[in-house]
């Protein structure tokens, strides 16, 4: 498709696969208990899909619930707020949550998501596909990252610009015309 050809492969299939297995594996040694997968749409889509697949690969049974929010941003990053546009539907409290993200930056939807879970009485493991480390206005940490994601703006495996991209199985950066974006 004449898109893809414009998309440099930052995190390719392979790469990505490998470590989805490492991180399953890691998730199966803290010996999840009543496991839930919670996936942030709409980014962690397919991330959280590929993740659970091998989570069944490493014995694992999770269950998946999905959250979307929307962060608002008034001015400076730090005086954003965010909203629920859909909530999980479960009970989680005793639970071992996993929640899925695909990038941590500013960390406020990701914190919003693990504060209000955890005062709903689950306990909260944030995993994140990319961590790019500079742009954080709240002070969270993701307890597993997939990658060290450099400063650009990336595209695929889920993750989006205006809505497309979404559909590639690998990370990329959009490349303009005569050089990198
Ligand atoms: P924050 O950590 O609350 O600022 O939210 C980060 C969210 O911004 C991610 O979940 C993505 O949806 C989006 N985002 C940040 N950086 C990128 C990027 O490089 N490409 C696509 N989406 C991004
Ligand atoms: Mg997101």
């Not at 929640?99 to 709903?120: C, H, M, N, Q, W």
Request: net charge negative; with cysteine.
């Amino acid at each position: 498709m004449a898109e893809q050809r414009h998309v440099r492969v930052l995190f390719g299939e392979e790469e990505l696969a490998k470590r989805n297995a490492e991180i399953a594996r890691d998730i199966a040694a803290r010996q999840p208990r009543n496991l839930l997968v919670i996936a942030v749409l709409k980014g962690s889509f397919m991330f959280a899909a590929d993740l659970m697949r091998e989570m069944h690969r490493a014995g694992l049974t999770p269950q998946v619930e999905f959250m979307h929010m929307a962060s608002y941003y008034e001015g400076t990053v730090s005086t954003g707020h965010v909203t629920i546009l859909k909530d999980v539907e479960s009970d989680v409290r005793d639970r071992d949550v996993i929640l899925v993200d695909d990038i941590l930056e500013s960390g406020r939807t990701l914190a919003y998501a693990k504060d209000l879970l955890t005062a709903r009485g689950a306990r909260v493991v944030t995993c994140c596909l990319l961590e790019k480390p500079v742009k954080r206005a709240v002070q969270i940490k993701a307890d597993i990252v997939g990658f060290e994601c450099p400063d650009l703006f990336v595209v695929g495996y889920g993750m989006d610009v205006a809505h497309s991209f979404r559909e590639l199985p690998f990370v990329g950066v959009i490349e303009t015309g005569d050089g990198l974006s």
